[in-house]
């Protein structure tokens, strides 16, 4: 179909979505016991409440309990916009019956929405959004041990070697924060990723630019992906990175040896021309005016939307090969891929 | 001069950095050894470099050792703004002779540099700006055990406890961020905290308005006075909150208790009409063109002015029965006596 009509493939998340809920399905009749999930819904946003339904379908289909804690202006009183959220989390927090907690975000905007993400407890931290994590991650710590989660400070760089995909004994995975694993996920299913190549390397010779930077999105998914070995122009409003962890040879000083994780390095391109270099590109930019310019695009490359409203124009598949609409329906398997996770790391 | 000239005094800050010098000066001579403090200036901003310069001086006057890594752009080499800055804060951590770390920013913008201040061990957090310290200042939480900075998730409530000033045996003092302490100090200074009321309370019966909810400036100062017992409206560019820690007698449901520690609700008054209220007006606003009307002031206030740019009128003092320009330098006395408790509680 795609050869006939001269345009790319129009890839919805569902077929990849379905290997990932088999897993989950699998897992959870391994489970000490039927996991508790607690989403905490404090405002009146329709999209949060829409995500809110959503993620509750998703946990009754597949045999997950959700308790949907509603509070602030998403509860019946006159209590404001996030009001009592804080207090939301600190006792499911405690609750030894629960065992994931999903915020839904934003409430207050992203300095006290990020300070709101350091109080939920990272045992109970589905969504992956605490700092231990995302320092794990832009270190490309993949392995650590689950007493770890206790203690503050940042954990042993030593742990953080790549042996293999499975963690080494008496380790566990780290948790990835869920909608840049889903994206990672999105391109392993569409062969971004080659699996010729070894575990932690496997997305070398791929050149990704990811459009927006992000504590949420943007600038973890460029870390994972420079962390597997693409080259990857992160492009932010008012600025362009590269993230690499091989040498850059066209410096003038003498080339760096290569990085057991990715660097970060200022970049003058710009993003037309991280486009025209590009094999992939993920755009999320949270504005519903903003849009990739197809002319800009590489002939045959991959398309990745990730905003609520779409960056990519009506005509994305007349330049890319493959354009992946949205990630939702993976994003919410691997939230309770994390749910089982941690369940498993804390009851053990 | 001030009734002769039918204008309220202007106080600059330095009487007031002279009292927390000499507490300084006294507590350096009963440290274990001479404090080390390492500045991190990762960019080429002139105000961060003139900070750099002005906390080496403040450290040699005093005889704290001041030492400055330059790293990314503020760096000989061809690195760009931030980089490398991680990696300095890691060093630092991991250095058994450093006691304290200031970073300057901003570096890259609110979100990453949050990720950045958490990077940096509580143990040698002079800033205050990790989460735990923030946790525990919303939270009303004076007191802590010192091992507590090494474990993850929030202290017990119990902690928290206010029985008088000096912490209960076993616990030392939370560290509380340099520039809202700098601004409860000056306003300690003036009058404004009645020292006949008991320690915890002494805002009790003061109106205040904090003009910016940022999470280093506007949030924590607003939590700091109410939990010291003032009724404060937070004021950002799109809504107004009322942070207390006394029951709403005007609202329709049944008066709630008293908090131990401040709650938040949202408020309908305009800006106009909390000044109108206000005996108190901190304005923290990082825009050169933004002023608070004068005219919106209540005859007699306090005004203290946070931004490097001033946010208030020339005229101010036409209302204001007292006004300070700057809080600098006793910011940076608050981020030395910091230095200098951290050092004992991770040395002891």
Known sequence: MSIESGKGL???????????????????????????????????????????EFTKKQCEDLGVEFILKKT????????GEGEGVEEAIIEANEDENVDGIMVYYP?????????????????????????KFHYNLYHNIRFIQPQSLLSSGVPAAALGAIEGEEPPSGTVKSIIPCTPLAIVKCLEHVGV???????????????ITVI??????????????????????SVDIDSVQEYTKRPRTSQSEPARRYHPRHVVH????????????????????PTASYKVKTEWLKDGCVCLNV?????FEKDVRDKASLYIPAVGKVTILMLLRNLLRLQQYRIR
Chains 1, 2 share one sequence.
């Open 212 to 233: 927006n930077r992000s504590e949420v999105v943007g600038r973890p998914l460029a870390a994972l992906l420079a962390n597997d070995g693409a080259r990857v122009f």
């Open 107 to 131: 409430i207050f905007g992203p300095q006290q929405d990020h300070y709101l993400q350091q109080v939920v407890s990272p045992y109970k931290d589905v969504e992956g959004l605490h700092f």
């Open 72 to 79: 602030g202006a998403a509860d019946t009183g006159d209590l």
């Open 266 to 285: 200022p970049s003058n391109a710009t993003l037309q021309e991280c486009l025209a270099l590009s094999d992939v590109v993920v755009s999320a930019v």
């Open 10 to 52: 129009l890839l919805r998340a569902d077929p990849i979505a379905t290997a990932f809920r088999d897993e989950v399905k699998q897992s959870l009749t391994q489970a000490a016991r039927r996991p508790r999930l607690v989403g905490i819904l404090a405002t009146s946003s329709a999209p949060s409440k829409f995500y809110a």
């Open 307 to 311: 905003a609520a409203n779409k960056n």
């Open 193 to 207: 990723y080659n699996k010729i190549l070894p575990y932690g390397d496997r997305a070398y010779g791929r050149t």
